[in-house]
Structure formats: C-alpha cells, structure tokens
C-alpha cells in the first residue's frame, strides 16, 4: 500500500471516524493494512488481532441485540 492510497480517503476503514487516525500494521507480517482511528485500532489490538476474536465479539453482540439475552457464541 501506497502512502498517498492510505491518504487519499483518509478516514478510519471501520467506523469512518475522521479523527485520531493512525497507520494500522498486521504485527505478524509488519505491513501496512489501512488507516483506522486509534479506537478502532485499540480494540482489535485487545482481541489480539485476531479475526476469530472479533468474529465472536461481533456474534456476541449480534445475538444480544436479536434475542435480548446472553447466548452461546464458542
């Protein structure tokens, strides 16, 4: 990824946000993925960027919001 790529649309790939961005890395690889706001990057950095991680948090709140109740994600 290009520099001025990363810039051109600058605003975070996840929640649009257009402040406190930062260069988001893959820190097994160390290359760039995108632009994302610190928040963003906070919270994928707690579920160790890991996309199974966020595939059950994203399930977990998914279910809440359709049933009301805590339900079995694992």
Do not use: M, P
Request: glycine content about 6%; some cysteine; proline content about 0%.
């Amino acid at each position: 990824i290009q520099l001025t790529e990363l810039l051109t649309d600058a605003k975070c790939k996840i929640c649009a946000l257009t402040e406190s961005l930062v260069i988001d890395h893959c820190h097994k690889t160390n290359k760039i993925r995108g632009i994302i706001c610190k928040k963003c990057n906070t919270s994928i950095g707690g579920l160790l960027d890991d996309w199974k991680l966020v595939k059950k948090a994203y399930e977990y709140l998914f279910n809440f919001e359709q049933n009301g109740d805590i339900n079995e994600v694992i």
